[in-house]
Antibody, heavy 122, light 109 residues
């Protein structure tokens, strides 16, 4: 069974940092690009970041560029999102999502994790 | 990276058909055939229903179909069933990023 399990969410103060992880199983992880997508409860989806299967290409939404860093460890089938300088508006449920493609963005995200909640508050 | 425009809500009776529109610009929906649709029942993660405008992943019923004309993509659900009640989101590739629509709540009457 193809599974994504996100973890690492929690409560952090404004200006703080948090590192999210997503453990993948049931598919050849290194062959597929991955994304982070977030959702404020009761609101819509917002794409956050993309990384190609080999890790050589990364993309970010303007709202997080320069503050968030996506990475992956293909030897451990794990995706990460390092979030620095967190703001109140970064509070959301963060989903990891598998791309249908190995190297390109926009061809559909066909497997989603259960989400991990990030709360930014003092 | 402006959000794509979707109607906030649509509704239909069981057995009927509904269409959800997704309007972008000539830099996203109009330029690329990389439009996807996602279904999200309350309290669950999104599920891919349509990719590359018209294609259905394995396991998605053929009652779900996608199309595009100009800057507007559409999702049509025929033979509505109670289980189709959910939020639906479109997305499009645009210049090294992805933009989502604001979401449409489908109510099955």
């Amino acid at each position: 069974e193809v599974l994504l399990l996100a973890s690492g969410g929690g409560l952090v103060q404004p200006g703080g940092s948090l590192r999210l992880s997503c453990a993948a199983s049931g598919f050849s992880f290194s062959n597929y690009a991955m994304n982070w997508v977030r959702q404020v409860p009761g609101k819509g989806l917002e794409w956050v970041s993309f990384i190609s299967g080999g890790g050589g290409t990364t993309n970010y939404a303007d709202s997080v560029k320069g503050r968030f860093t996506i990475s992956r460890d293909n030897s451990k089938n794990t995706l990460h999102l390092q979030m620095n300088s967190l703001r109140a508006e970064d509070a959301a449920v963060y989903y990891c999502a598998k791309c249908r493609s190995g190297w390109e963005l926009g061809y559909g995200m066909d497997v989603w994790g259960q989400g991990t909640t990030v709360t930014v508050s003092s | 990276q402006s959000a794509l425009t979707q109607p906030p809500s649509v509704s239909g009776s069981p057995g009927q058909s509904v269409t959800i529109s997704c309007t972008g610009t000539n830099t996203d929906v109009g330029r690329y055939n990389r439009v996807s649709w996602y279904q999200q029942p309350p309290g669950t993660a999104p599920k891919l229903m349509i990719y590359e405008v018209t294609n259905r992943p394995s396991g998605v019923p053929d009652r779900f179909s996608g199309s595009k004309s100009g800057n507007t993509a559409s999702l049509t659900i025929s033979g509505l069933q109670a289980e189709d009640e959910a939020d639906y989101y479109c997305s499009s590739y645009t210049s090294s990023s992805v933009v989502f629509g604001g979401g449409t709540k489908l109510t099955v009457l």
